[in-house]
C-alpha cells in the first residue's frame, strides 16, 4: 500500500529520532495539520516524586507538533510551546496524545495538543508555535 505524503514524511522523520523511538512512541494517525500519537510510561521516566517526568509528556507533545506541522511537506521547527499539568502521570500509563492546527500562514502555524491517559483523563495541554522554512520535504511515497 502506498503511503501518503505526511505518512512518508513522518516515517522518515521518526526513523532519524532517536529521542521519540526511545519514548517508545506509536504513531496513530498523521494528516497535514493533525496528529495523533500513543506511548506508555516506563519506569526510567519518573522523576523524584515517583511520576512521571514533565519532560515526558512535553516530549510526546512536542513531536505531536512536529509530525503536524511538518505533514504539509516543508519543514517547520518550533518556535514557542508551553504546556499545563492536568493531573499526574504514572508508570504504566498509556498516554494518547492529539495535535490539532488552530491557524496556519506562510510563515507560521499554531498547534493546540492534548495529551490523555488510559482513563481518558485530560493530564496535560500544550500549545506550540512552528516557523515554516521554505526548504521542502524530499521523501518517496
Given at each position: ?20 523511538l526511545w ?54 521547527v518550533a ?63
Amino acid at each position: 500500500m502506498q503511503k501518503t505524503k505526511a505518512e512518508a514524511i513522518v516515517a522518515k522523520m521518526l526513523a532519524e529520532d532517536k529521542f521519540s523511538l526511545w519514548l517508545g512512541i506509536e504513531l496513530l494517525s498523521i494528516t497535514e495539520g493533525h496528529c495523533k500519537l500513543r506511548m506508555t510510561i516506563r519506569d526510567e521516566m519518573v522523576n523524584g516524586f515517583s511520576i512521571s517526568h514533565g519532560g515526558i509528556a512535553f516530549s510526546l507533545a512536542d513531536s505531536a507538533l512536529a509530525f503536524a506541522s511538518n505533514a504539509y511537506g516543508r519543514l517547520s521547527v518550533a518556535l514557542e510551546c508551553s504546556i499545563s499539568f492536568a493531573v499526574a502521570v504514572q508508570v504504566g500509563d498509556e498516554l494518547t496524545c492529539e495535535a490539532k492546527e488552530l491557524s496556519i500562514t506562510h510563515k507560521t502555524a499554531t498547534y493546540h495538543i492534548e495529551i490523555s491517559n488510559q482513563k481518558n483523563e485530560k493530564v496535560a495541554f500544550f500549545k506550540g508555535t512552528v516557523y515554516r522554512t521554505s526548504k521542502v520535504w524530499e521523501v518517496d511515497q
